[in-house]
């Protein structure tokens, strides 16, 4: 009995020994825990947001763009370089608007964190160009090092949306769009077939940056080649209007006999 107890203390003089040496003695394994690298959940974080969110796509509005690197303790870092740059939705870079700041490197705009951690840049919307300028588009920030796989980004969404033709002022010099669309009906101006409309309108001076339809029943669109479908027999009048991009507009029609 004394020899069992006198091995258990020896075991727990053991134990005691080993205990400020971890896993380093007694034969455990060594478990490795490398020091902390790199950006982490509980490290730095980089907020980025964009004021106003939705702007009008008609080559002057504008929103501000805002990244907020935070450090461990929860405090805006100072000094850090944060790069912004414009892409896609589907976060390809595109050249969808300008972006401004201090300086740039390619098409990245470079800005330096203030005493709160926070770096800008202005956004500019392009002009309208197409038929349809209501999309969406991400910017994103990247903190500044030297080695791109150990930075870190997050990215704002900016939706861009079609301008309403009365915020153009009007120009004196300015010659209005011509309106003429063509009307194609391969089975005929019957009952439930597809007629297609295709918009032949110009603009000597400028571009044509709207579109509107009205079919005369019920629907209509803002694409240059639309269609639609009758149900009902009778005469309807499409009319057709183009808006250039000094805010002229006009319009065209014409009467469907539908049997």
Do not use: K
Not at 73 to 96: K, L, P
Not at 99 to 126: E, K, M, R
């Amino acid at each position: 009995m004394r020899a069992r107890i006198g091995r258990l203390r020896g075991f727990r003089l053991l134990l005691a020994a080993c205990a400020p040496l971890a896993w380093l003695a007694c034969g455990l394994e060594g478990i490795e825990i490398p020091d902390l690298d790199g950006p982490a959940g509980l490290g730095f974080n980089l907020r980025v947001s964009a004021t106003p969110d939705i702007v009008l796509a008609d080559g002057n509005s504008t929103s501000l763009v805002q990244g907020r690197l935070i450090g461990p303790d929860g405090s805006g870092v100072a000094g850090r370089q944060i790069a912004f740059s414009i892409s896609n939705a589907e976060g390809q870079t595109a050249d969808i608007g300008t972006l401004t700041g201090p300086s740039s490197i390619g098409t990245a705009v470079i800005a330096i964190t203030n005493g709160q951690g926070i770096a800008q840049a202005t956004y500019t919307a392009p002009p309208r160009m197409d038929a349809n300028a209501n999309r969406e588009i991400l910017i994103t920030g990247r903190t500044v090092g030297d080695d791109a796989n150990g930075q870190f980004s997050s990215f704002a969404v900016i939706g861009l949306r079609m301008p309403d033709p009365r915020l153009f002022p009007p120009n004196p010099d300015n010659d209005p769009p011509v309106c003429t669309f063509a009307i194609e009906a391969p089975n005929g101006f019957n009952v439930n077939q597809t007629i297609i409309f295709d918009s032949t309108s110009s603009d000597i001076d400028g571009e044509i940056i709207r579109y509107e339809w009205d079919f005369g029943n019920g629907t209509g669109g803002t694409s240059p080649d639309v269609a639609t479908v009758y149900r009902t027999a009778g005469t309807y009048t499409v009319g057709h209007q183009v808006t250039d991009n000094n805010g002229a507009q006009s319009s065209c029609f014409a009467v469907l006999l539908i049997q």
